[in-house]
T-cell receptor, first 119, second 114 residues
Framework: EAQVTQNPRYLITVTGKKLTVTCSQN?????MSWYRQDPGLGLRQIYY???????DKGDVPEGYKVSRKEKRNFPLILESPSPNQTSLYFC??????????????????FGPGTRLTVT | GESVGLHLPTLSVQEGDNSIINCAYS??????FIWYKQESGKGPQFIID?????DKRQGQRVTVLLNKTVKHLSLQIAATQPGDSAVYFC?????????????FGAGTQVVVTP
C-alpha cells in the first residue's frame, strides 16, 4: 500500500530535550516536505526537499532541522524544543515538485500527523 | 489519526445541494493552485489542481475556478454528500521562488446537514 508514515504519532516532551520525528514514504517520491498545523493558521511549510541531499527552508524553519540522506526518509529534528513548537506536524511527499507540462498533478500524499506537546 | 481544533469559517450545506468554497490567494505571481480536503483525524488529501493558464478545471463532482484579476480561487462541489464534511484548504505555488514552496490558506469547515 502506497503511504507516508510518521513516528511517533503522539509525543509529550520537555523544553530543551532533543527529539526526532521520522517520516518515510514507499512511493519512490522525489519531493518531501514538513508542515505544522496550528488553530486558525492552516498548514505552514517548515522545510522541503527536492531530492536526496537537497533541502530548503519553507516559511517557518526556525528551530527545526531536516536531512535527506536517502530518498524514502525525511526526518524532522528539533534540537532544543520549546513550547511554541507544540503543534500538529504533517509530512508529505509527491512524485515530483514540478506539476508537469502535460498537467500532471502535483499531488502530495500526507502522513497521518504527529501531535507534539512541549511543556 | 489526529485533528486540530480550528476556529474556521464554516459553510453549512444541505445534503444534495451544491457547495462553493472560496479562497483569496496572496501572490499575484503564483502560477499553480491546489485544493485539499482534510477529514477529522486525517492528513490533507489532494482534490484538484489548476494552473494559472487556465480559469476552470473539472473533476469528478468538483470544479475549480480561478480568477487571476482578483486573486480568487473557488471550489465547487456538486450534489454535496455527508462524506464531503471536512476542512478544505487552497494552496498556491509561486515558481519564481521555488516549485517546492507551497503556501496554504487557513481553511474552510464544510458541514453537510441531512
Amino acid at each position: 500500500e502506497a503511504q507516508v508514515t510518521q513516528n511517533p504519532r503522539y509525543l509529550i516532551t520537555v523544553t530543551g530535550k532533543k527529539l526526532t520525528v521520522t517520516c518515510s514514504q514507499n512511493m519512490n517520491h522525489e519531493y518531501m516536505s514538513w508542515y505544522r498545523q496550528d488553530p486558525g493558521l492552516g498548514l505552514r511549510q517548515i522545510y522541503y526537499s527536492m531530492n536526496v541531499e537537497v533541502t530548503d527552508k519553507g516559511d517557518v524553519p526556525e528551530g527545526y532541522k531536516v536531512s535527506r540522506k536517502e530518498k524514502r526518509n525525511f526526518p524532522l529534528i528539533l534540537e532544543s524544543p520549546s513550547p511554541n513548537q507544540t503543534s500538529l506536524y504533517f509530512c508529505a511527499s509527491s512524485r515530483s515538485n514540478y506539476p508537469g507540462l502535460a498537467g500532471e498533478a502535483y499531488e502530495q500524499y500526507f502522513g497521518p500527523g504527529t501531535r507534539l506537546t512541549v511543556t | 489519526g489526529e485533528s486540530v481544533g480550528l476556529h474556521l469559517p464554516t459553510l453549512s450545506v444541505q445534503e444534495g445541494d451544491n457547495s462553493i468554497i472560496n479562497c483569496a490567494y496572496s501572490n499575484s505571481a503564483s502560477d499553480y493552485f491546489i485544493w485539499y480536503k482534510q477529514e477529522s483525524g486525517k492528513g490533507p488529501q489532494f482534490i484538484i489542481d489548476i494552473r494559472s493558464n487556465m480559469d476552470k478545471r473539472q473533476g469528478q463532482r468538483v470544479t475549480v475556478l480561478l480568477n487571476k484579476t482578483v486573486k480568487h480561487l473557488s471550489l465547487q462541489i456538486a450534489a454535496t454528500q455527508p462524506g464531503d464534511s471536512a476542512v478544505y484548504f487552497c494552496a498556491e505555488n509561486y515558481n519564481g521562488d521555488s516549485w517546492g514552496k507551497l503556501q496554504f490558506g487557513a481553511g474552510t469547515q464544510v458541514v453537510v446537514t441531512p
